[in-house]
């Protein structure tokens, strides 16, 4: 979703355009986190619910986002991966990105595990508690 904003907009529009996926996905980690709640209980209807979104995702996509023209052809080249990989910038930003990533991984986990153990949280209410997260990161 970033690389289709970063392709499709410029400027001003660019920096809206990042900011409404930030509110996408913030958005659909609450309401993820809240429908995971309820379909706990069978995990046939959580991986047909699953399977559904994801249908519909690639259905939505397909028909009404298009890509720009790229002056390049377009085919992936092993020299375009070297080249991209001596870039010292892009080396920083995937090692920034997975930092970033491992230490947000370790939020759910240890905190299921903290407000199970030391708050008395039944384990069915953690998703309810995480999308509450999201939900005022969404809000606000």
Same mark, same amino acid.
């Given at each position: ?46 991986? &047909? ?7 519909? &995702? ?83």
């Amino acid at each position: 979703s970033q690389a289709y904003v970063s392709d499709m907009t410029s400027g001003r529009a660019r920096v809206e355009g990042f900011g409404l996926v930030r509110v996408g996905i913030n958005g659909g980690w609450a309401l993820g986190l809240v429908l995971h709640g309820l379909l706990t209980q069978s995990y046939v209807l959580a991986f &047909s619910v699953t399977a559904g979104v994801f249908t519909l &995702s690639l259905t939505l996509f397909t028909l009404f986002l298009r890509e720009k023209p790229h002056a390049a052809s377009g085919r992936f080249t092993l020299g375009a991966v070297r080249t991209l990989a001596a870039n010292r910038e892009f080396r920083t930003l995937c090692l920034s990105t997975l930092l970033i990533g491992v230490v947000a991984s370790q939020l759910v986990p240890s905190t299921s595990i903290y407000v199970t153990l030391h708050v008395g949280l039944a384990v069915a209410g953690i998703p309810f508690l995480i999308a509450l997260n999201g939900g005022l990161v969404f809000r606000f």
